[in-house]
């Protein structure tokens, strides 16, 4: 008798992450339903072999009614608002990250779904006091979209020692690079997008925020994860059994300087530089440990910045952005 495919609901599915999550799912013959409130994810980007529904998790009513059509095996819960500097003004749009976290946990108890892979984020450790940051390393997280993730994560092991919902709770550091969907960011706050917008002549230059941190180089040095990689440590997290946090990051820090070096030799493209002053709050280094995912999930980064730079850049071109 044939084995029924496992159906895993998708928040956030029309994101950048989340559609590249959905596409590799199906790849590897699950069935997906999607969630979303196309607030910054966009409908094109679904498989049309996934399930869609537009609805916002603070909707508890529509979150009931989608639980009850579908019997899902677990849920990759994604969606969230994410952009920093705005979460230190609107306090009341981000809280929408913990609500929304909540709602889903609930429905999750009443239908009986035991396993959930949570996205967060490096922004729950906050000024690193060192690096490589481990699992370990204290959570102090200094905006409030960090606090979000951070409380929205004690929530979720607090629903498994009552309720034992099983979790894997994942935290990604700087995610870059393109998953065959040429997606282009429409808000571009991100450093690969600002960058292809200064190479496609939407910016007129790209501000370097700092060049004498004790550093290498004089300049920030970063994790970027490529979304490829990214995506293979959820659909591992699936079949993983015991509850983890764990980090998603390469261990190699790359520096501003080195980004852009390796940009205009991969694309053979050049663009105005500026120096400017030190963001505040902007710490010198931060890079992850990745020793708990290669353990746990057998995980093992495969691309490296150049890969991401090559297909953000595709992507862009393909997209024409002028």
């Known amino acids: 008798m ?3 495919k496992k159906t895993i609901l998708v928040t956030g599915g029309a994101g950048y992450i989340g559609s590249a999550c959905v596409k590799a799912l199906l790849k ?26 537009k609805a916002d998790l603070v909707d508890n009513s529509a979150l009931e009614k ?30 929408d990250n913990i609500t929304g976290t909540i709602n889903i946990l609930n429905q999750m108890v009443r239908h009986g779904v035991k396993k959930i892979i949570y996205s967060s984020s490096a922004a729950v450790y906050g000024e690193p006091k060192y690096n490589p940051i481990d699992e370990k390393h204290p959570t102090s997280p200094i905006n409030y979209y960090g606090a979000t993730k951070l409380e929205s994560e004690r929530i979720i092991e607090w629903y498994a020692k009552i309720h034992g919902i099983s979790y894997a709770i994942l935290r990604y550091f700087n995610v870059a690079g393109d998953a065959g969907l040429s997606y ?22 790209f501000m370097v925020f700092g060049k004498d941190y004790p550093t290498r180089d004089g300049t ?7 979304i490829n990689d990214l995506i293979r440590a959820h659909i591992l997290a699936l079949d993983v059994e015991e ?47 990745n020793e708990k995912a290669k353990q746990i999930l057998g995980w093992v980064p495969e691309k490296n910045v150049k890969d991401m730079i090559k297909s953000t850049y595709e992507a862009y071109r393909k997209n024409k952005l002028k």
Not at 249 to 273: I, M, P, Q, R, Y
């Open 2 to 4: 044939k084995k029924a």
């Open 28 to 53: 590897k013959g699950y069935s997906v339903v999607v969630v979303d409130n196309l607030s910054k994810g966009l409908k094109r980007l679904v498989d049309k072999k996934a399930k869609f529904y």
């Open 66 to 95: 989608i639980f009850k059509a579908n019997r899902f095996d677990a849920v990759i819960h994604i969606a969230a608002y994410k952009a920093v500097e705005e979460s230190m003004e609107n306090a009341v749009k981000y809280s």
């Open 184 to 205: 282009t960011d429409p808000e571009a706050k991100n450093v690969f997008p600002i960058i292809m917008e200064a190479i496609f002549g939407k910016r007129d230059k």
């Open 220 to 226: 920030c040095i970063r994790d970027y994860v490529d």
């Open 243 to 289: 509850n983890a946090i764990i980090n998603l990051g390469t261990s190699n820090g790359v520096s501003v300087k080195e980004l852009l070096d390796a940009t205009f030799e991969v694309t053979g493209k050049k663009f105005v530089v500026e120096y400017g002053e030190k963001r505040k709050g902007d710490p010198p280094e931060l890079f992850a440990s």
